[in-house]
Every structure is written in C-alpha cells, then in structure tokens.
C-alpha cells in the first residue's frame, strides 16, 4: 500500500474516533458531586446530581433527581422515579417513589419491622420510651383517633374512627342511636388502664348476644384491651375484633 493511501487510512480513523468521543460526551452527563458505590449503583444517572448511592444496584432507576440517598441492595427511587429530589431509601430492596420522603425496608415478603431503643421489634414500629406528636395521629387511612378520658356518648359522626379511653376507674361509652342507612360502619374502641370500660347499645340494640340496649364490658384489671364492633343490621352489633376479657349483658 503506497505511503499516502496509509497516511489517509490513518486521518481518517484519528477522524472517526474524535467524532465518536465528541458523540459521546454530547449525549451523556454523568451529572456530579454523586458518589456511587456498588455494581450499577447509579446505573441510570444521567445529569441527577448531589446522590449517594451505596450497595449493588443502588440507584439504578435515578435519572435527573438529585439530593437522593440509597443504602442496602437494590435500595433507591422506584422503577419510573428518575427524577426524585430529597428522597431517602434504607434497607434490602428498598424503594421510594416520592420526593421528600424516607423510606425504610421494603414491601411484601421484604417488609421489615423497626425498633428504637431495643434490639428486637415487635410490631412494625416497636419503640422503648415515649414519643411525642405535635400533630394528629390518623391510624392508616380508615380510623382517626378520638382519644377520651372520662365516659362518653358516641355520634353517628364518630362512626368510623378509633375511640382510645384512658380509664382510671368507671368509664361508660353510649353507642349512637342507628338505622338501616348506617349498616357497615365500625368503631374500633382500645381501653388503656386498669379501670373498666363499658359499651352500652341503646335503643332496641344488642352488642353480638347482648340483650336488648345491652352492654358489652371490660371490668377485668386489664391495662390494655381492644374491640372492633361492627353494624350488620339496623339493630345489631357484632364483634370482628377483640383483644383481652370482655363480656356482654
């Protein structure tokens, strides 16, 4: 091959190669200030920046989100969340699909209870000591808490949210006057104390066996103890759910 064709073999690979990174440097933004460490952690990271991804797989949905953090395998924003702002994945298989939200352990088979202030937990948050609440506790997305210390009359209003009664001695709740229009609604009623507690049915109304306007009753020393009632008919109550000693008359 004469010198001159090998010399424009030559331009034109130096060519080819200088678009070919030009190319590449125009279509890719790494983004910066991330620290990704893990295989693929950041996999998908094209301009998000300020991200600390840490474990296998980590981040590897984030596109354009940034100020995002991800511990443990796979944890990171959801599959379809490339651009969270502020958001926070714990634990193995954790994922968060919301900005400006943390997000410990994952779901299903990979959900994980947490404790403070011990080394087990029992519950899906087991806390040892107090806590403090400045706001309204709303228990999931189907009771809200009335919290009561002395007896009460419950409304039709009240239907549908969880009654806590902190009892020291006697504490009677009065069951709302019910019709047709009513049947389904629920009250989820937790006593705290070692007082009594007592649920009366008025009207023609039976609570489970009661008698008519009857009752249903915590009397035991039981510092803890829980019943759902339930309206199946116009005039009766049933119970779905119950923790500790009660009795009807």
Excluded at 17 to 23: I, K
Excluded at 118 to 144: F, R
Excluded at 147 to 152: F, I, V
Excluded at 202 to 211: A, F, L
């Amino acid at each position: 091959m004469r010198k001159e064709n090998k010399f424009i073999l030559a331009c034109l690979a130096v060519i080819v190669l200088v678009v070919f990174v030009a190319a590449q440097n125009l279509t890719i933004d790494r983004g910066h200030s991330n620290m990704f460490t893990g295989i693929n952690s950041g996999y998908g990271n094209t301009s998000g920046y300020n991200n600390i991804f840490l474990g296998h797989n980590t981040g590897y949905y984030n596109a354009t989100g940034y100020g995002n953090t991800a511990v443990g395998f796979q944890a990171g924003p959801a599959s379809g969340s490339t651009a969270l702002t502020n958001s926070t994945a714990i634990g193995y298989m954790s994922a968060v699909a919301a900005s400006d939200t943390i997000i410990l352990g994952g779901t299903g088979s990979y959900a994980v209870k947490v404790g403070i202030g011990k080394t087990t937990a029992d519950e899906v948050l087991d806390v040892v000591g107090n806590i403090k609440v400045s706001g309204t506790i709303v228990a999931g997305t189907e009771y809200a808490i009335l919290n009561k210390t002395a007896s009460y009359t419950v409304t039709e209003s009240d239907l549908g949210k969880m009654i806590t009664v902190t009892a020291a001695g006697a504490v009677v709740l009065t069951l709302p006057s019910v019709d047709a229009d009513n049947v389904g609604a629920r009250l989820l009623i937790r006593k705290k104390g070692a007082g009594s507690l007592t649920i009366t049915a008025v009207d023609s109304d039976v609570i489970y066996d009661s008698s008519a306007a009857g009752s249903i009753a915590n009397t035991s020393s039981e510092t803890y103890a829980l019943i759902e009632l339930v309206l199946i008919s116009a005039t009766e109550w049933d119970v779905h759910l119950v923790k500790g000693t009660w009795s009807t008359s």
